[in-house]
């Protein structure tokens, strides 16, 4: 359950933010009027007044766009790979095995996939999703 937390549910709760949340109507920070109330009667003067003022919009942004960033002086640990060797017993270095070969069967059926997808997935693909939340 840990490594699932701090890998693959990190990953899919966080790798897909930058895109969309960087269009601010998708995803506002914070809201000067509450949210409209019945579809089609909001007008767009009403919207815009709304919308975060530009200075807070910015703030959020480089918030953002700082924590989906990778610093360029840190090792990138991809998951299923352990760099240390902490089990000599077979039977551990046998389910790692099993673990690599799984992802590896997950990394190719995505590369298929998105070799004749219009829109890219790699959200979740082994080769975007690090081991840990921490290095």
Known sequence: MVVFTCSVQHAAVNNGQVGPRTFVPNAPSSMRHPPPMAKGKTFLQHFLDTLPEVDTTANI????????????????????????????????????????????????????RNHVATLRYNYLNPLETENSISI
Do not use: K, N
Not at 68 to 85: F, H, K, N
């Open 61 to 112: 942004l480089v918030a953002l766009i700082l924590l989906s960033s990778r610093l360029d002086d840190t090792v990138r640990r991809l998951l299923g790979q352990y760099p240390e060797e902490r089990f000599t017993e077979a039977e551990p270095r046998r389910v790692i095995r099993t673990f690599r070969g799984e992802l590896e069967e997950i990394r190719d059926l995505l590369e298929e």
